[in-house]
């Protein structure tokens, strides 16, 4: 389950990632290249801090998960074996 959770997140980054580059190409073709590095910088570490939200959302909503799922009860299983064993009798 976490794998499949990491995956997203990652898909999700490498989205957002992919169209900010997108957009800086884009403003870098219209404004030149000397504004375009520096937008490039800046759009990456935007993209940046976004995965990282993103990544720690994920990462909380599992903690979460695990926190919240029951614990086994100690013996349920040999109880429950008992229980039909005698109502086999």
Do not use: C, F, H
Request: proline share 3%.
């Amino acid at each position: 389950m976490r794998r499949i959770v990491w995956v997203a997140v990652g898909a999700a980054g490498g989205i957002v990632v992919y169209r900010r580059a997108q957009q800086a190409l884009v403003d870098a073709r219209e404004k030149g290249v000397v504004v375009s590095a520096q937008q490039i910088g800046l759009s990456a570490a935007n993209a940046l801090s976004t995965a990282k939200v993103l990544a720690s959302g994920a990462a909380a909503a599992v903690d979460n998960r695990e926190r919240t799922a029951p614990a086994p009860t100690p013996g349920a299983a040999a109880a429950r074996v008992l229980r039909q064993s005698k109502q086999g009798e």
